[in-house]
């Protein structure tokens, strides 16, 4: 993982890292960091198990210095399911953790969201987490 701007932003582009590289950048500093990385961690076991061969993409506070992100945000580029039915997956996987992240869903073949995840308000590229 590389290190984060001044900006507490990680630098532009995808970086791939797999589940613990993720929980040991982004520790369970306090109680709020231990709700979002074990939300994190049961989300994707849950997804892999739905279907292995989605991708995940992290953003949002989470991926930043903030000591208290409020969620994860979650990008998942999928064709097979609409973002409804992901959702209504999580809430019955895993309900408790489920409130604790920001799913938003995207066909292979688009590139809105993505366009946005990988984008900071005032339209400036940044880094976005690629789970493996």
Known sequence: MPTLRRNGTL????????MAEVLQA?????QQRQILNDSLQRAVIELRKLEPTLVIFVD???ITNKAEPNDVDLLIK?????????????EQACPVEAVSL?????????????????TD???????IIQIG
């Open 121 to 127: 308000d005032l339209g400036r590229a940044k880094g």
């Open 11 to 18: 630098p532009r582009g995808v970086h791939p890292a797999t």
């Open 78 to 90: 999928i064709d097979r399911f609409l973002e409804t039915e992901i959702i209504d997956y999580l």
């Open 102 to 118: 920001d799913i938003n869903v995207e066909p292979t073949t688009q590139t809105y969201l993505f366009d946005l995840f990988t």
């Open 26 to 30: 982004y520790p369970s500093i306090n």
């Open 60 to 62: 949002g506070s989470y």
